[in-house]
């Protein structure tokens, strides 16, 4: 990549740019914060805001360049190997600092020792580690993970595992052995004892699961509006983690929209307004790839009228690039989930989880993917890029819709309306769910459907205000009502007086 590509790129996770040479701290700070994380670049003698090429003195890049080097010999534990080269763009030279990813972290300032040396790089910054990251990094060192850790207050026995036991029946159809519990390595022998790993209590429904990993949860929430404020829906999933994708995954199909596109000959082709596959992968991944020794740190899903966002606790794994969706890619976090995910077809084929992301986006123009890592998290975002004009044009059928209900709709049925009665209430039950006309009587509390909910629904057709699922075939078994956009605009007219 060349220079001038390079520096159009934000400072971030792996990237940072110095006018002059740092201070000998902050350069520290910036080695072992790279070493600790996914490695990176650090480029001296260009400006960060604004971006600017100034350049460094030539006769003084030799100096530099053993003062760095000796930086990092004096300060950083372990070894640190930099990479220093100079560069000359237009005359002017640079020095680039490259760092690989450390294979023995945890890297830290020698002269504050590990507890308050280590530094993480977060964002654009570098922050000091707490005691759990500390302790992961230590996993990362010994090539152990989180979940493959021994809980030793509890046999494994005596835990209440019947859901995730269900689930591995239906889905495996094997029932769970002793044996096959230390396969999968959910237990371990320690002095005589078998033991469960963190694994298994997170697939467990057992009370010390709370107790110990109380975040482990999903909170999902449908906001109204496209910031975060006054909740539509809510929902805390708290179940085995083996469960939770699917049960996140189904919140998120409850508030999003299906409506037919267009057909092809005969046939109609039904499309969600978001990119559902993309969204369960990344729902699946969210669970299966977290940090579960961050505490207080819970998924979170998040629908808004322009966007939908997925928040997981731990940032990306530092060998996994989502600009790179392409590339198969494969990583894991938690070495002892992961093959009881794939077990239970959760996780489908090794590596194959971004490529679907990209494929299924493929098909969603309008729909752009953003990711970030606010601070010790990673959140993808699936935002609508079309949702302003969007808008322009609800308010517009909105404004339009208020002139012909003035000129065309009986007087007694706007009144109705307003007043809460059977129209309004069936119009607001089939913009939450298409239904039959049978489920919208139950929803009414009518034992049976009456002629009165018959000549409603008709009413409520007749202008356009709801439109059946199956028009080709109105005598369907399978026939239901959704609401039209015209309906949507008539409910947020009501709302607003």
Known sequence: MSIQTKIQQPEGRRLEFKEIMPTNADLAKTIVSFANDAGGELYIGIKNNPRNILGLAYNQLDIIENQISNIVNDQCTPTVLPEITFIEENGKHIIRVYIHKGSKPPYFITSKGKEKGTFIRVGSSNRLASTEIIQELERQGQHISFDSELYFNKNYEDLDIDSFEKVFKEKTNEILSPQIFKKLELVKEEQGQTLPTNALILLSEDKVRNQIFPNAKVECARFKGSIPGTFIDQKTIKTSIALQPEQAYQFVLRHISQGTEDYEGVYRNDRWEYPIIAIREVIRNAVIHRDYSLTGKDIKIAIFDDKLEITSPGKLLPTVDFNEMDAGQSDVRNKVL??????????????????????????????????????????????????????????????????????????????????????????????????????IALALGQKSISGQLYQIINQLKESDLIAWTIPETPKSSKQQYKITKRGIAFLQLLSKK
């Open 338 to 439: 992961a093959p009881v995910f794939k077990r239970l077809g959760i996780i489908e084929q090794w590596g194959n989880g971004l490529q679907l992301i990209a494929d299924n986006l493929k098909e969603y123009p309008d729909i752009e993917l953003a990711w970030k890592e606010p601070g010790m998290a990673f959140r993808v975002s699936f935002v609508k890029k079309n949702y302003q004009s969007q808008l322009e044009s609800q308010l517009e059928l909105q404004q339009e819709l208020q002139q012909e209900l003035q000129q065309e709709l009986q007087q007694e049925l706007q009144q109705e309306l307003q007043q809460e009665s059977l129209y309004s209430k069936t119009l607001q039950i089939v913009a939450v769910k298409t239904s039959a006309t049978k489920e």
